[in-house]
């Protein structure tokens, strides 16, 4: 069984995404876009908050790198982690109080990387289905 550590955004922090913006990820036309989103909370592995140490970095699922800094409070790419080291069947959760966004979401295009981007989403949803 293959390990993913994600850090998941609360309602909130998709409620402080500009108005619309959920609404337009959804649209079928924008689904590389949302799953280029969604696996960029995700990096493969089980690292639970004891591992984590200041300015490290992560390959996420999507290609990006997050970072981590652990002075005062723990944060993946500036946002805050409310609730730590929630495991699951096949990884571990962290709640983050942010959506992050990779750095080029627009460029995603190619359908072969939406393909396998899409079976990791599904690997995502998965890890987010409680115990």
């Known amino acids: ?27 079928p036309e924008n689904k590389d876009q949302l799953i280029a989103i969604l696996t960029y909370h995700v990096v493969s592995g089980k690292v639970m908050s004891g591992d984590l140490s200041d300015g490290m970095t992560a390959a996420t699922v999507q290609g990006g ?7 005062g409070r723990v944060t993946v790419n500036g946002a805050n982690v409310v609730s730590a080291d929630i495991e699951a069947s096949n990884g ?22 939406a393909r396998a981007l899409e079976n990791k989403l599904d690997q995502f949803m998965r890890l987010c289905e409680p115990r």
Do not use: C, W, Y
């Not at 390990?3 to 959804?26: I, Y």
């Open 1 to 27: 069984m293959q390990h993913l550590k994600t850090t998941t955004s609360t309602d909130e922090a998709f409620a402080a995404l500009p108005e619309g913006t959920v609404a337009t990820l959804l649209l």
């Open 65 to 71: 790198d997050v970072t981590i800094m652990t002075e």
């Open 92 to 113: 571990v959760i962290h709640v983050i109080d942010a959506v992050i966004l990779p750095e080029k979401t627009t460029a995603l295009g190619k359908r072969e990387k």
